[in-house]
């Protein structure tokens, strides 16, 4: 077990990467606390996760539910070993129809509900603790209506590597998984129509070098390398799962 009694506190836990995330990391031995905003989906996930997961509903975008929210994962098992900053959403809009609230909005979730989490959580962590957060293929190419969330992803790639070094000297890592299009709830709540969601889906698929979306196991999987100790010595870094992408 690669996480055996690790204390896992996940982000967006409740549905797509983060659920597949908090089950296979519980597979691997450790006590997940997983936080959302949905009651159902939370309900959903503390049934699929079964005993032992602690679910807690908290919206990032509100740094006193982070901090209620960490509260409750120490509360129960006195410590966290690993964060995975994973949560994220965003919605299509052509940049000429952007408005002040919506750039708010997704930075206040994506970055500032990212960048609260570690540091609330970050006087928990000991020696030896992983940081995991969840950047995006969009860090490195351009997609029409969807320059607010790139730039969120861009701002959190850059994070990682000013979190890396400040953490360094305490023995944390700070790493990133980048997930190119992967099929989940995500792309249901950009906004689009079912005509457009199915394009779009097409129109990446016929991009991607591997000719198909990823599943959600498939970025659970990376971001369980990194949580881990197999990725002991890697820190500071960006792992792309995205089907070469942005790689060929
Ligand atoms: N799917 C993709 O193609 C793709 C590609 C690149 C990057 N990503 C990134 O991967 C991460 C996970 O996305 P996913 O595809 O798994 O999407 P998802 O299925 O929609 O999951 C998003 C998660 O974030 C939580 N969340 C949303 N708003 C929140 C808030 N205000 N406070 C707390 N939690 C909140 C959701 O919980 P509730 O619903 O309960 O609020 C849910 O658990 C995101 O950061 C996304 O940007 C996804």
Redesign the pocket.
């Known amino acids: 077990m690669k996480l055996k009694d690790k204390v896992v506190l996940i982000?967006?836990?409740?549905?797509?990467?983060?659920l597949e995330a908090a089950k296979l990391f519980k597979a691997e031995g450790a006590h997940v606390v997983v936080?959302?905003?949905?009651l159902a989906?939370?309900d959903n996930a503390a049934h699929e996760l079964g005993r032992g997961a602690l679910t807690v509903r908290?919206?990032?975008?509100n740094p006193q539910d982070i901090d209620a929210a960490i509260a409750q994962a120490v509360a129960r098992h006195g410590r966290i070993d690993i964060v995975y900053a994973?949560?994220?959403?965003a919605t299509v809009t052509p940049f000429d129809a952007v408005s002040d609230a919506q750039i708010d909005a997704e930075f206040a979730?994506?970055f500032k509900?990212l960048f609260f989490t570690v540091q609330k959580a970050a006087p928990y962590l000991g020696a030896g603790s992983a940081i995991v957060v969840?950047t995006?293929?969009l860090n490195e190419v351009g997609a029409p209506g969807l320059s607010i969330l790139s730039a969120t992803k861009a701002a959190v790639r850059s994070l990682v590597r000013s979190l890396a070094a400040e953490l360094a000297p305490r023995g944390i890592r700070v790493n990133a998984v980048s997930?190119?299009?992967?099929a989940?709830?995500?792309?249901g709540?950009l906004g689009l129509s079912d005509e457009q969601l199915s394009q779009s889906a097409a129109a990446l698929q016929e991009r991607v070098p591997l000719k198909r979306l990823g599943n959600?196991s498939e970025v659970a999987k990376a971001a369980l390398f990194l949580a881990s100790d197999d990725a002991s010595y890697v820190t500071g870094a960006e792992l792309v799962v995205d089907g070469g992408l942005t790689q060929i």
């Open positions: 982000t967006g836990g409740t549905s797509g990467i983060g936080v959302g905003t949905n989906r939370l908290a919206d990032l975008r994973n949560a994220g959403a979730l994506n509900g969840t995006s293929f997930p190119g299009p992967i989940t709830p995500f792309h709540k959600a």
